[in-house]
């Protein structure tokens, strides 16, 4: 231990605690707080009077003075005059000392300093504990003649505790004076940075294996464990506090010992060079390590051989024996990042780091076909069949070498609910019955010696007909490494694709002559039937169609506005349930202004919704909407207009992917249209605002894309490609599903489609929406301002709407979408746009655009309406396009080139609801 050489003053002090014990200043119950106060009032008297030159301990003659009985309980003047020493003290107290001071110095010894005070011979400290109410009695006071204590070290009973000090002056003529404002110093806690680093990663050849009774025990075996231990620093940081003013000092040893503390780390996997979405993988737990300031996990050797990325830094620290844990807040510079290779694991041979998992559900064209279909008896339910499973491998382009075989994994399945999860995920297989492969034979080593002839087939036997089952295809990479992924996996971020298998009894064979001719007789007779019958439906659909129109024009004519039934309408809101928000203006529509509102209560018109997620919807009470509201101030037309889109959106009927009405207000004005809330506006100002954020990262030389970035950047405002065709997908869901419904919306673009939490985009604005009928199937406008550059030839040249115009505006939408709201045409005026169109004019490839992405695009642009795709084609190809992205592909951003000329528009061009519209009345389009 140090040895420390004290001043005359400290060991005055120490002598004065050593000689005498002099109990808490004011904790006596017996005595009074003048009487308590005498003891170190008479100690400093005499000790000024008599031993002024000579140390305490030395001093005898001021041993009696410092005990209790030095004077009669009740006797004033025997205490006031401390016996024999003077006359009487003065009735001034002192002041309180100012600016106390308690810092740790060194070894956890702690530094106590105070101001001076005036008159002053001796000053008094003492210290308790903050959740207790009487300063410490078992404790000898501290006292010193100097204005500081220079080292003191505090019982260990203090280190887990917070504690205040507090110091009075005491002289022979005034007593003790008042004691200070009390000083809080805080407990010690470790001072350990978040950086840590990797001390050792060791190969063991035993499986790696985890509780069975967990949902990962069941689908994560690997073959091999892996141990890695993390190695940190560790320091103590104490804080002592007075009022405002906080000072730290650090010492390089925790009192305790590295041993009292327990270090939890954060231990995140980033990314693999061999990913394997089939099998969900348990987070490590750490725990102490066998070195010093080291702590150790096990996880399994696939993590290895995958070449996996991890990133880590502590998280907390844990003191046994305070009881306490501390959370550490890493910086971004402070998490490390290590590589786990068959190079840096001890243990590890060469030869294993190529053991790769099983590929699983990376195929396409799945079919299948009875074997000897023609020798099978259709009539036996219980008859067992057997199918040639033919299939494609998808092969890319990060993967070096191919499947040595494939397994089929085959079990009973049910079909998923929704539509979406049957896309992406095929049907729901609740059970194994077995599993077969094209290896006619094996090696002894496990390897594969014979392929049956048909590669990519596999027979699979034991089947009955009318049984849907699911069909799950592995590709086996190498035959040391069989871990296949679990069916009934509960998350469906981490689910295989199980392809649909169903075997149908085939159509009766006919087989005689007569048969076959009575038949075709009987086909042409009824189809000759069957044409008469369309071509009079026809004559009498077509003028009941002319009827219908020369009644609506004529209505039209006679009285735009028509007020609204207003008995038995479910969706007719009471203005009482329904709030406004008038500061939260959310937009402006064709008809007026749209604010944030409150619903009270549920809406009624949940009874005519057309399916229970509708009535989900609708059942929502007290729930934020959107209100479209009419001004008061608006003419018979408006009002006439605004009344048909709100009868055209009760007849849509609810679908996930619309901006769906809930009620409405229309026996009073002003009008109101209550639909959905979104929470993130229109996608065309959702994606520009991401594009003008990318864009600065780029000025700033900030490679967002890069996993290892230095800098700090927001990731929701950073898109990928994945999210965008998300978004693609499910609006062309939702416009799929209007023209199922038969309605032509008129106005697809970016401007009218609605961002909910920045996943999800729904289809709004049904002002330009109008219903076609059956024999026509398009709907002819009477003028209004059209956007030009989102319409089709025949849209511009004759003012005709169908569903393949609206093909076309979602293929330039497809173009907002990719370049981030980006303006399409830009530098050629709305009036040109017929001109540029019909000489075979169209928008380039942008960049960042996926070949097959701009494929569909191109489609949609087609100059005869009749070759357009339909929307369910569309959405199928986006689907798979969705489906096809790797996982190294869905996290990578886009980069955007600042120079395009599409992100730099003019400002007229930039206006989506003004330049780029033209007058639907005018006579001519140049």
């Given at each position: 231990?140090?040895?420390?050489?004290?001043?005359?003053?400290?060991?005055?002090?120490?002598?004065?605690?050593?000689?005498?014990?002099?109990?808490?200043?004011?904790?006596?119950?017996?005595?009074?707080?003048?009487?308590?106060?005498?003891?170190?009032?008479?100690?400093?008297?005499?000790?000024?009077?008599?031993?002024?030159?000579?140390?305490?301990?030395?001093?005898?003659?001021?041993?009696?003075?410092?005990?209790?009985?030095?004077?009669?309980?009740?006797?004033?003047?025997?205490?006031?005059?401390?016996?024999?020493?003077?006359?009487?003290?003065?009735?001034?107290?002192?002041?309180?000392?100012?600016?106390?001071?308690?810092?740790?110095?060194?070894?956890?010894?702690?530094?106590?300093?105070?101001?001076?005070?005036?008159?002053?011979?001796?000053?008094?400290?003492?210290?308790?504990?903050?959740?207790?109410?009487?300063?410490?009695?078992?404790?000898?006071?501290?006292?010193?003649?100097?204005?500081?204590?220079?080292?003191?070290?505090?019982?260990?009973?203090?280190?887990?505790?917070?504690?205040?000090?507090?110091?009075?002056?005491?002289?022979?003529?005034?007593?003790?004076?008042?004691?200070?404002?009390?000083?809080?110093?805080?407990?010690?806690?470790?001072?350990?940075?978040?950086?840590?680093?990797?001390?050792?990663?060791?190969?063991?050849?035993?499986?790696?294996?985890?509780?069975?009774?967990?949902?990962?025990?069941?689908?994560?075996?690997?073959?091999?464990?892996?141990?890695?231990?993390?190695?940190?620093?560790?320091?103590?940081?104490?804080?002592?506090?007075?009022?405002?003013?906080?000072?730290?000092?650090?010492?390089?040893?925790?009192?305790?010992?590295?041993?009292?503390?327990?270090?939890?780390?954060?231990?995140?996997?980033?990314?693999?060079?061999?990913?394997?979405?089939?099998?969900?993988?348990?987070?490590?737990?750490?725990?102490?390590?066998?070195?010093?300031?080291?702590?150790?996990?096990?996880?399994?050797?696939?993590?290895?051989?995958?070449?996996?990325?991890?990133?880590?830094?502590?998280?907390?620290?844990?003191?046994?024996?305070?009881?306490?844990?501390?959370?550490?807040?890493?910086?971004?510079?402070?998490?490390?990042?290590?590589?786990?290779?068959?190079?840096?694991?001890?243990?590890?041979?060469?030869?294993?780091?190529?053991?790769?998992?099983?590929?699983?559900?990376?195929?396409?064209?799945?079919?299948?076909?009875?074997?000897?279909?023609?020798?099978?008896?259709?009539?036996?339910?219980?008859?067992?069949?057997?199918?040639?499973?033919?299939?494609?491998?998808?092969?890319?382009?990060?993967?070096?070498?191919?499947?040595?075989?494939?397994?089929?994994?085959?079990?009973?399945?049910?079909?998923?609910?929704?539509?979406?999860?049957?896309?992406?995920?095929?049907v729901n297989m609740t059970g194994i019955l077995g599993n077969v492969s094209n290896c006619a034979s094996f090696m002894p080593d496990g390897s594969c010696q014979e392929i049956s002839p048909s590669e990519n087939s596999i027979v699979i036997g034991n089947l009955t007909k009318g049984q849907l089952y699911g069909v799950m295809i592995c590709g086996v990479m190498d035959p040391k490494n069989l871990s296949f992924p679990s069916f009934d996996v509960k998350q469906k971020g981490l689910k295989i694709r199980n392809n649909a298998l169903m075997i149908q009894p085939p159509e009766p064979q006919k087989g005689l002559l007569w048969t076959i001719v009575a038949s075709i007789a009987l086909f042409l007779m009824c189809l000759l039937l069957l044409s008469l019958f369309l071509w009079n439906r026809h004559q009498r659909d077509d003028i009941r169609s002319k009827k219908l129109k020369l009644q609506v024009m004529k209505r039209e004519a006679e009285q735009r506005y028509t007020?609204?039934?207003?008995?038995?309408?479910?969706?007719?809101?009471?203005?009482?349930?329904?709030?406004?928000?008038?500061?939260?203006?959310?937009?402006?529509?064709?008809?007026?202004?749209?604010?944030?509102?409150?619903?009270?209560?549920?809406?009624?018109?949940?009874?005519?919704?057309?399916?229970?997620?509708?009535?989900?919807?609708m059942r929502a009470e007290n729930c934020e909407v959107a209100v479209k509201m009419l001004p008061e101030y608006a003419d018979e037309l408006s009002k006439s207009e605004f009344l048909r889109e709100i009868c055209l959106m009760k007849c849509l009927g609810y679908h996930e992917r619309l901006v769906n009405m809930l009620a409405c207000v229309t026996n009073s004005e002003p009008y109101c249209l209550v639909v959905e809330y979104c929470s993130d506006g229109d996608l065309l100002h959702f994606l520009r605002e991401r594009c003008a954020y990318m864009l600065k990262l780029d000025e700033e030389k900030i490679d967002y894309s890069d996993p290892n970035c230095e800098y700090s950047f927001d990731p929701d405002m950073v898109m990928t490609v994945k999210q965008l065709l998300m978004f693609a997908v499910q609006i062309s869901y939702g416009l799929e599903y209007l023209s199922q419904k038969g309605f032509v919306h008129r106005d697809v673009a970016a401007r009218n489609i609605l961002v909910h939490d920045k996943h999800y985009a729904k289809i709004g604005d049904f002002g330009l929406c109008r219903y076609i009928y059956a024999d026509s199937s398009n709907y002819k406008s009477k003028g209004g301002r059209l956007p030009v550059k989102w319409m089709s030839i025949e849209a511009i040249r004759h003012y005709e709407f169908t569903t393949s115009s609206d093909v076309w505006s979602f293929g330039v939408l497809m173009f907002e979408i990719i370049t981030l709201g980006g303006t399409p045409y830009p530098g050629i005026q709305p009036a040109d746009m017929l001109s540029f169109l019909e000489n075979h004019g169209r928008i380039p490839q942008p960049d960042n655009c996926p070949d097959e992405f701009y494929a569909v695009m191109e489609s949609c642009w087609k100059e005869k309406p009749e070759q357009r795709p339909a929307f369910p084609s569309i959405r199928q190809k986006l689907a798979a396009q969705l489906e096809s992205i790797t996982d190294d592909s869905c996290y990578s951003y886009l980069k955007l080139d600042a120079g395009k000329d599409y992100y730099n528009a003019s400002k007229r061009d930039r206006i989506e609801q003004a330049g780029d519209v033209i007058d639907g009345n005018s006579t001519t389009v140049s």
């Open positions: 231990m140090k040895r420390v050489t004290f001043p005359i003053a400290s060991c005055a002090f120490i002598s004065l605690l050593s000689f005498v014990q002099i109990s808490s200043i004011n904790s006596h119950s017996s005595e009074s707080e003048e009487q308590s106060a005498n003891e170190p009032h008479c100690i400093a008297w005499c000790f000024v009077a008599k031993c002024s030159n000579e140390l305490l301990d030395h001093c005898k003659e001021c041993r009696p003075y410092g005990e209790k009985h030095l004077c009669k309980k009740d006797d004033d003047a025997c205490w006031s005059r401390c016996k024999d020493l003077g006359s009487g003290k003065s009735t001034e107290k002192l002041s309180a000392p100012r600016n106390l001071l308690v810092e740790y110095v060194s070894d956890f010894a702690l530094s106590i300093k105070w101001d001076a005070v005036d008159g002053a011979q001796l000053y008094v400290v003492q210290f308790k504990d903050v959740k207790e109410e009487r300063w410490w009695q078992d404790v000898p006071k501290l006292a010193t003649q100097e204005t500081q204590i220079a080292r003191f070290v505090p019982p260990s009973r203090m280190l887990c505790d917070e504690f205040e000090f507090r110091v009075a002056a005491v002289s022979h003529a005034s007593g003790v004076g008042e004691f200070s404002n009390s000083t809080l110093l805080g407990k010690p806690r470790p001072l350990m940075s978040a950086k840590m680093r990797v001390h050792s990663m060791e190969l063991n050849n035993t499986p790696f294996i985890i509780d069975s009774q967990s949902e990962e025990g069941d689908a994560y075996r690997p073959n091999g464990t892996l141990t890695i231990a993390l190695a940190y620093d560790v320091h103590s940081k104490i804080f002592c506090n007075y009022r405002w003013y906080k000072v730290e000092r650090q010492s390089l040893e925790w009192p305790f010992g590295n041993d009292d503390l327990e270090v939890q780390p954060t231990f995140h996997m980033m990314t693999c060079a061999d990913p394997d979405l089939g099998v969900a993988v348990p987070a490590p737990d750490f725990y102490k390590g066998k070195e010093p300031n080291t702590v150790e996990a096990k996880m399994g050797a696939d993590m290895m051989y995958r070449r996996c990325r991890f990133v880590y830094a502590v998280e907390e620290v844990r003191s046994r024996h305070c009881g306490s844990t501390y959370h550490i807040s890493a910086g971004y510079n402070e998490f490390s990042s290590v590589d786990i290779t068959c190079d840096k694991v001890t243990n590890c041979k060469k030869a294993e780091s190529s053991t790769k998992p099983p590929i699983c559900g990376q195929i396409q064209d799945f079919d299948f076909n009875v074997i000897n279909e023609d020798q099978v008896d259709w009539n036996d339910r219980d008859s067992r069949l057997a199918v040639n499973v033919s299939f494609t491998p998808i092969i890319r382009r990060s993967q070096t070498k191919k499947p040595l075989y494939y397994v089929a994994f085959y079990g009973n399945a049910v079909n998923y609910t929704n539509e979406e999860e049957r896309t992406f995920l095929g007020e609204m039934p207003k008995k038995d309408d479910l969706w007719e809101l009471e203005r009482r349930n329904l709030i406004i928000y008038d500061e939260k203006k959310l937009g402006s529509g064709a008809f007026g202004a749209v604010y944030l509102g409150r619903l009270i209560g549920a809406a009624k018109g949940s009874r005519d919704a057309q399916s229970t997620l509708g009535v989900n919807l």
